[in-house]
């Protein structure tokens, strides 16, 4: 796959992450919109919600996740207007494995602590995953574009014969 269809995988992974975070956020305040996620008693947005474990650092869940993919969409756009420097592909790396390791966290207190899991959350934990594929994809062939040695100009022949 060629960088530019990569970094389309990003900025799309980061927004539909972005939309369903701020459906988490609707939800969270919306009791109505929690009965739309729930199919049973184990993939139950309400279960989740409910549970008085959805904040972490005194910061709502769904907050983090609306803050992470507008920070990812905000780097992944300084990574591509300044692709030639390394810093904001790597602080793209960074912020996709630090958004991973936190929906680790979030995957543990749903299925250890409170036995369920939140479809909606669920989803957004795909899209950031997808995120993080996506940098490290694009830190990888930047990495190979820099070990490139540099090609030598084109031998030609002079067509004179002596």
């Not at 390394?86 to 250890?112: C, H, K, N, S, W």
């Not at 602590?113 to 669920?122: D, E, S």
């Amino acid at each position: 796959m060629r960088t530019r269809n990569w970094r389309s995988v990003v900025y799309l992974s980061a927004a539909f992450g972005l939309i369903t975070s701020l459906f988490a956020a609707a939800e969270y305040f919306d009791a109505a919109l929690r009965q739309i996620c729930s199919a049973g008693s184990f993939f139950s947005c309400s279960l989740i919600d409910e549970s008085g474990k959805t904040t972490t650092l005194g910061v709502p869940d769904y907050l983090w996740g609306i803050l992470g993919f507008v920070a990812i969409l905000a780097v992944a756009g300084l990574a591509e207007v300044h692709a030639r420097d390394r810093r904001y592909t790597y602080g793209l790396v960074a912020l996709t494995t630090a958004g991973v390791a936190l929906t680790a966290y979030f995957l543990y207190v749903e299925l250890v602590q409170i036995h369920g899991l939140c479809p909606v959350c669920l989803t957004a934990y795909g899209f950031g995953w997808l995120c993080w594929v996506g940098s490290l994809v694009l830190l990888r062939k930047l990495r190979r574009r820099d070990q490139k040695p540099a090609t030598p100009p084109p031998v030609t022949s002079s067509g004179a014969s002596g």
